[in-house]
């Protein structure tokens, strides 16, 4: 379940930047340029589709930011491959409180440090858990149906208990979500959602 923190972000730390390109063709100095220009004191950047759930570097920005940090994009586009996976990244970074702000944009009004960036992301949140909503019930309708049948859905968890038990005890001891994801021979993201409670 997506959770609408209310902890208020002071901007007191760095600005970070995330950057992402599709494929290797496109040409991510616009982003670059926009997020030096913002003031970011360091850039990740990676090439990947925003359709696929792996993308190393943005589980590094996500465990290299700190309370009072925030995290900016170039456009709303370029961090979430869903309204729900959006929401939920933010969420993680609203709870660790980090501050998160959209450059340019039709949205760029999104900024988790100011009231009205609160506010609309609230709204935009409200949005993503009523598409959680009907997909869960759409979910649970196709299991029914193919119980009925007598098959048996369902998709099987990334991490069983005992993976993140160790992934828990692996963070305790001071690893980064990388160096876990590697120990366990999974996706960081992966990592990062589990540890952090977060959806993808």
């Not at 700190?66 to 993680?92: A, F, P």
Request: some cysteine; aromatic content about 4%; charged content about 25%.
């Amino acid at each position: 379940m997506i959770r609408l923190v209310s902890k208020i972000i002071t901007p007191a730390g760095h600005l970070i930047g995330y950057a992402r390109i599709s494929t290797e063709d496109q040409e991510a100095q616009l982003q670059r340029d926009t997020l030096t220009e913002a003031g970011c004191a360091r850039i990740f950047e990676e090439t990947a589709s925003g359709k696929n759930a792996d993308r190393p570097e943005l589980a590094a920005v996500l465990d290299y930011l700190r309370e009072g940090d925030t995290l900016c994009v170039w456009k709303l586009d370029r961090l979430g491959r869903s309204l729900i996976d959006l929401v939920s990244i933010v969420d993680g970074l609203r709870a660790k409180g980090v501050g998160f702000k959209v450059l340019t944009g039709a949205l760029s009004s999104v900024d988790t440090t100011s009231a009205d960036g609160r506010l609309f992301f609230q709204i935009i949140a409200a949005m993503a858990e009523f598409e959680r909503a009907l997909i869960k019930d759409r979910t649970v309708a196709g299991l029914a149906a193919a119980k009925a049948q007598g098959k048996v859905g369902g998709r099987p968890k990334a991490m069983d208990p005992k993976m993140i038990q160790r992934a828990e005890d692996l963070r305790a001891e001071g690893q980064s979500y990388g160096a876990i994801a590697k120990a366990l021979g999974i996706g960081q993201a992966t990592v990062y959602r589990a540890l952090t409670g977060t959806a993808g």
